[in-house]
């Protein structure tokens, strides 16, 4: 059974600085990983996917990364803002187009 | 603008009650979803749909049920709401084919006394 897992489940930096935010799953055999981000109170946004064929994805200041054989990816957020504090989910796309969610790393950036 | 949307936002109900939590999308996406998330769990898949007529079970799928009878909807109803199924409710579509993003809703808080 697929198990993702994101370390630390909290954050807290001052503002300007980078953020790095970890996921990590058990099987390997993955079609794709896609970040979230989740406010208080609210739905999930997309922020990125990364195909199992690709190494990393970018989006503005949102890198992440994906090393499969490893089980790993990390997303970059550069020069950290107040408004990215948020929680952060990655989720693992298997077989039949099913997302397993990792529990999330909630970020307060400070300023 | 397309979008995907859920009603009600928030709900308290009483136990052994039915309810049914509404979802519409009008990206034209074959595939739909339904999580609930709690604390603890995460995100947890509980129904999805790949088209009209077609329902399948995820991980959580007990006294939960879908029906589709058209691409736009995905109703999940609660057949006898029980304490434990207090929850936060998320319906999420994606584009006909596989492994395609998902695009999530604003999500329904239910509460079961």
């Known amino acids: 059974k697929q198990e993702v897992t994101q370390i630390p489940a909290a954050l807290s930096v001052p503002e300007g600085e980078n953020l790095v935010l970890n996921c990590s799953f058990t099987d390997s055999a993955i079609y794709n990983l896609q970040w979230f981000r989740q406010d208080p109170g609210k739905g999930l946004t997309s922020l990125l996917l990364i195909q199992s064929s690709q190494r990393e994805q970018t989006s503005g200041r949102l890198n992440a990364s994906l090393d499969k054989s490893s089980g790993r990816s990390t997303l970059y957020i550069a020069a950290s803002q107040p408004g990215d504090s948020a929680t952060y989910l990655c989720a693992v796309q298997a077989a039949g187009n099913k997302l397993t969610f990792g529990g999330g790393t909630r970020v307060l950036v400070k300023p | 603008d397309a979008e995907i949307t859920q009603s009600p936002r928030h709900k308290i109900t009483e136990t052994g009650r039915q309810v049914t939590l509404a979802c519409h999308q009008t990206w034209n996406h074959n595939n739909m979803f339904w999580y609930r998330q709690d604390l603890g769990h995460g995100l947890r898949l509980i129904h999805y749909?790949?088209?009209?007529?077609?329902?399948n079970k995820g991980e959580v799928s007990d006294g939960y049920s879908v029906s589709r009878s058209n691409t736009e909807d995905l109703p999940l109803t609660l057949e006898s709401a029980a304490s434990s199924q207090t929850s936060v409710y998320f319906c999420?579509?994606?584009?006909?084919?596989?492994?395609?993003?998902?695009?999530f809703g604003p999500g329904t808080r239910l509460t079961v006394l």
């Open positions: 999420a579509s994606s584009r006909t084919g596989t492994y395609n993003e998902q695009f």
């Open positions: 749909s790949y088209g009209v007529q077609d329902t």
